[in-house]
């Protein structure tokens, strides 16, 4: 399994908000993970940070899993927990008040592949089939819109809303998580923040993702400079997971 990832602040704002990690556990699963911090002024990038580091404290103690069931559970118990500790910083410290962050990630071990989502960081996929897709749907009020007929997907892309989060970490004391099993014929994984897809058409990227020539570093550095090439207008992050021939996981 070959993974990179990169961030960068863009072109723009003063700071990065966006945190993410690729850790592995003591069997040698793999869990990456991207948040972009927002809110709260400057603390954003506290939110970020805070779960980052909280997911990769618990994984790297994680002593793999016996089963689908317990995974599951594991990623439901630690997300919410993960909510829980960056809620109760912005509730009790005036610095961090109304910051938060989403979390987009992928949990590769040998029961199977499972993705994860909080707000409108994305997870994508390549397949071996050649096919390209996103895996997540964004937590915002315009795709709520899209899903309850009263938008269309060409007039979401434009809307003033388009950026207006229904759900994040650290926000509410309650969160949705979304948690899916994506099939084995993946064999590449892109985790990015808004950064990158709300600038850059996902058929653009996808034309990057599916050509096998380049390295992922190299596909890495290709997106990060389309993004930038956009204008650069917010922070950007990308993880890129590629699996091998013989991988278990």
């Not at 599951?72 to 500790?85: E, F, M, V």
């Not at 997907?153 to 759900?167: D, G, I, V, W, Y």
């Not at 653009?204 to 090439?229: E, H």
């Amino acid at each position: 399994m070959k993974c990179f990832g990169a961030t960068d602040t863009g072109l723009v704002r003063a700071n990065n908000q966006d945190s993410y990690v690729i850790a592995s556990n003591e069997v040698g699963d793999v869990f990456a993970l991207v948040c972009a911090g927002i809110g709260g002024g400057n603390s954003g990038d506290v939110a970020s940070q805070t779960a980052i580091q909280y997911f990769s404290e618990v994984f790297s103690a994680n002593k793999g899993f016996k089963d689908e069931e317990e995974a599951l559970t594991w990623l439901r118990y630690q997300i919410r927990k993960a909510n829980d500790t960056v809620f109760t910083l912005s509730t009790t410290r005036r610095e961090y008040q109304g910051m938060g962050t989403t979390l987009v990630g992928v949990l590769l071990i040998p029961q199977g592949s499972y993705v994860i989502n909080v707000g409108d960081s994305r997870a994508y996929a390549s397949f071996q089939d050649g096919s390209f897709r996103c895996l997540t749907q964004d937590h915002t009020l315009v795709q709520d819109m899209v899903n309850h007929g009263e938008l269309s997907e060409e007039e979401m892309m434009n809307h003033p809303k388009r950026n207006m989060l229904t759900n994040a970490l650290g926000i509410w004391s309650n969160i949705r998580i979304d948690l899916t099993r994506i099939d084995d014929l993946a064999d590449t994984f892109l985790l990015c923040s808004d950064g990158l897809h709300g600038y850059v058409p996902d058929s653009v990227i996808a034309k990057v993702m599916l050509d096998s020539r380049q390295t992922l570093q190299a596909k890495s550095k290709q997106l990060m400079n389309l993004a930038l090439l956009q204008g650069g207008y917010d922070n950007i992050t990308i993880i890129l997971i590629q699996k091998e021939a013989g991988d278990k996981r």
